[in-house]
């Protein structure tokens, strides 16, 4: 596959790209909303990280073209939904708005080129820590950045030897009881509001672990982040979805770097067993 064609899809799923933080591949997602076009695309939820930015501003070149890439979209006629998240949940307070052609959603549902439903919601309406325990989470969410921090400088280091990126906390999401029964836990409860609500699949963000599988009767999608792993959900003209990992696409071997294309993995669906 040539990584530097344009593809287009049906529509395009993206989160968690946490704009203002300093941890957020904007020149990543730049060139990847370069390289896809999509008729439709929603962007679920914690797109603009508010939360870093009431700590401390930080608003680089790369993240405001992220944002007039999106309009521009919108502009030649893509149809684009914002379905607010935890980091960016002052826009719940503006549903139903549009603001330079982006539509603001709470959630939303979508109807896939075969006809089934898909609810489309960030998540954090199933975190119990975010819900109901707010220092916990904001506690949380520090740690997480210290996590990025040192495993940049941890990176820098693999790079030097030669050692292609690596994510700690990616690897810890998968050894971590705590984690992995965490991860179970909000899949099954976003699956089963899908099934509530006469759905036949979900795509939520929120938790940056991207996939794509079943839970019992439901199809279950997380778009991942833009902050490690780099990672959307396409809709073919078919229907299906399909998981496109960027980072591995364009031979990322470290956060802020990127080296020039050799081989592209191919790009297929992802169906992981459920933890």
């Given at each position: 596959m040539d990584a530097t064609a344009t593809r287009r899809f049906r529509t395009l799923f993206i989160s968690d790209v946490h704009l203002g933080s300093k941890a957020a591949r904007a020149d990543l997602l730049i060139d990847f909303l370069r390289l896809h076009e999509a008729e439709t695309i929603y962007l679920v939820g914690d797109i603009v990280d508010g939360w870093r930015?009431?700590?401390?501003?930080?608003?680089?070149q790369s993240h405001n073209d992220v944002v007039q890439k999106l309009l521009r979209k919108a502009r030649k006629g893509a149809r684009i939904v914002y379905v607010p998240g935890n980091h960016d949940e002052f826009l719940r307070d503006f549903p139903g708005e549009h603001f330079g052609g982006v539509e603001?959603?709470?959630?939303?549902?979508?109807?896939t080129a075969d006809g089934r439903r898909l609810l489309v919601m960030h998540g954090d309406e199933f975190d119990v820590v975010v819900r109901n325990a707010r220092l916990i989470a904001y506690l949380g969410d520090w740690a997480y950045d210290a996590a990025i921090a040192v495993n940049l400088v941890f990176n820098r280091v693999r790079r030097?030897?030669?050692f292609p990126y690596w994510s700690f906390s990616s690897w810890a999401k998968l050894k971590v009881k705590n984690a992995v029964a965490f991860i179970g836990a909000f899949e099954a409860a976003?699956?089963?509001e899908a099934k509530r609500?006469?759905?036949?699949?979900?795509?939520c963000g929120h938790i940056h672990h991207a996939e794509i599988g079943r839970r019992g009767e439901v199809e279950y999608a997380n778009t991942g982040d833009w902050v490690e792993s780099c990672t959307a959900i396409g809709e073919?003209?078919?229907g299906s979805l399909e998981l496109i990992r960027w980072a591995e696409t364009v031979a990322v071997p470290a956060i802020g770097r990127r080296r020039p294309v050799t081989t592209a993995p191919s790009l297929a669906d992802a169906d992981l067993?459920?933890?």
């Open positions: 930015l009431k700590r401390s501003w930080h608003w680089p603001v959603r709470q959630s939303a549902v979508h109807t030097a030897f030669g976003l699956a089963a609500q006469g759905c036949d699949g979900v795509v073919r003209d078919d067993e459920a933890a």
